[in-house]
């Protein structure tokens, strides 16, 4: 069978989405998936993808995006990385030093100042460069999040969630080279599966993948599908090899649906292996989920999303952007989707992993769904934003809850009935007095009895004596 092609999106363009199923979306096209009677294929072992990634020779349909002319200088801080607050943790001395972060995408455009120096070519399914370089503009916005430097001059106050990351990129996608013969862009499962495998052979300590493959639950649950079956073996194997995989939830389109909570009628890869990676979901600067944001039982956590200051994306690009060109007019747009989200939460897996090396795959993806700022719900999650917005400082603490053991809840207050309430037992209450009031009696007459018979001797000794 077919592998399902991936599909990006995330506001960018070029980034629109083909309607036929399974088209990776870049910036997070992707529907729910994980239905509560249905799993993800069973694994086979037979389906391990190659760890050189699959080339194309598509031809390029569109001009490669272009930098900013005017090289944007924006001064203030980004609402993002205000309200995360991650840069604390710079100050105290974590900055994801030593850490490379996959960032299996578009390419990232290396000779962006605030990247220059920290991407390595980690190869390209596409035909007109590696991993450096980045036509869609898609992948250089994701890693500018997770680790640009601060700017040398001081004038801008844009930074990532781990500067002293090192970004190994993969282009394992691209929207504007496409197939004359199926119109069909470059990325599928398939090579999704390669590009995790090298990431993990180049001993990546987390993967961020903006992307995703929307397909009915009957195709994702089968097992035949050797893409789909490729894919959730490896994701499987960075998870067991300590490698956190953060991925994008999806965002509505033309091909992802926002299918009702509780109820997918469509998976999302690789959220739907949902055991093996953390799922982000977008939300806006009031704390609300994202009108676009895909809900799904898939969800683990949620971060900014919407109205987004990023790195200027295009090839060139020297400064910041707010806005970028969008659809097919080329009309400016906001930056946002839960492509943009997710990379926050990597940037936050990276400094975790930083200070405390000794934590499992598993352990990571704990903490940090444990500490984030609960929605409310069931079990504090709901399919929306999963457990909530994440929260970098309680995720980096010292000790999480969880990590003191599970203590029994307080006892309940227990409610009495009327019944229960203590009654005056009348009868015993008499005895009670009775015994009382005979005692007193009785040592009153004692006294007197004494008294009595110290008076009569008395008086018999006066008459003695006379």
């Given at each position: 069978m077919r592998s399902r092609t991936f599909r990006s999106r995330g506001g960018l363009r070029g980034f629109a989405l083909l309607a036929a199923a399974g088209t990776l979306a870049l910036g997070g096209p992707t529907a729910p998936a994980?239905?509560?009677t249905v799993g993800p294929p069973r694994l086979d072992p037979s389906q391990l993808a190659s760890h050189t990634l699959q080339s194309f020779n598509y031809p390029q349909k569109q001009g490669c995006m272009r930098g900013n002319s005017g090289n944007s200088v924006i001064e203030e801080k980004p609402w993002s990385q205000l309200v995360l607050g991650f840069e604390r943790a710079h100050d105290e001395g974590l900055s994801g030093s030593g850490q490379t972060v996959a960032v299996i995408d578009t390419g990232v455009n290396a000779s962006h100042p605030l990247l220059r120096g920290k991407v390595q070519n980690g190869g390209s399914s596409v035909p007109d460069g590696g991993g450096d370089k980045d036509c869609d503009g898609h992948g250089t916005i994701v890693a500018g999040i997770i680790a640009a430097s601060p700017d040398p001059s001081g004038k801008m106050g844009y930074v990532g969630v781990a500067p002293d990351a090192s970004i190994l990129s993969?282009?394992?996608?691209?929207?504007?080279?496409?197939?004359?013969?199926?119109?069909?862009?470059?990325?599928?499962?398939d090579t999704m599966a390669q590009a995790i495998n090298i990431a993990v052979d180049r001993g990546a300590s987390v993967i961020n993948i903006s992307q995703s493959s929307c397909q009915s639950i009957a195709q994702a649950s089968n097992y035949l599908d050797y893409g789909n079956?490729?894919?959730?073996?490896?994701v499987k194997t960075a998870y067991e090899r300590g490698v956190v995989v953060v991925v994008a939830a999806g965002n509505t389109g033309e091909a992802c649906q926002k299918n009702a909570s509780g109820s997918p009628t469509t998976a999302v890869l690789p959220a739907w292996f949902d055991e093996y990676v953390l799922t982000v979901a977008s939300v806006n600067q009031q704390g609300a989920p994202s009108e676009f944001t895909v809900p799904g039982p898939w969800v683990d956590v949620a971060a900014p999303g919407e109205n987004l200051i990023a790195l200027d994306p295009g090839v060139g690009g020297q400064g910041l952007a707010s806005q970028i060109a969008t659809g097919e007019d080329g009309q400016p747009g906001p930056i946002q989707g839960t492509s943009f989200a997710a990379p926050y939460v990597a940037g936050l897996a990276v400094l975790i992993k930083e200070k405390y090396p000794n934590l499992t795959a598993g352990q990571i993806m704990d903490r940090i769904k444990e500490t984030a700022l609960n929605p409310g719900g069931i079990n504090g999650r709901n399919d929306i934003v999963g457990y909530g917005m994440v929260d970098p400082a309680a995720a980096l603490a010292d000790v999480v809850p969880a990590e003191w053991g599970k203590q029994a809840p307080p006892p309940k207050p227990t409610k009495l009935d009327a019944d229960v309430i203590p009654q005056k037992d009348y009868p015993a209450?008499?005895?009670a007095l009775g015994g009382a009031g005979a005692g007193v009696a009785g040592i009153i007459f004692t006294a007197f009895l004494i008294n009595a018979v110290r008076s009569v001797r008395a008086r018999t000794r006066e008459n003695g004596g006379r």
């Open positions: 994980v239905a509560q993969i282009r394992q996608s691209s929207k504007l080279f496409v197939s004359e013969a199926d119109n069909a862009t470059i990325g599928n499962t079956q490729r894919l959730h073996n490896a209450l008499i005895i």
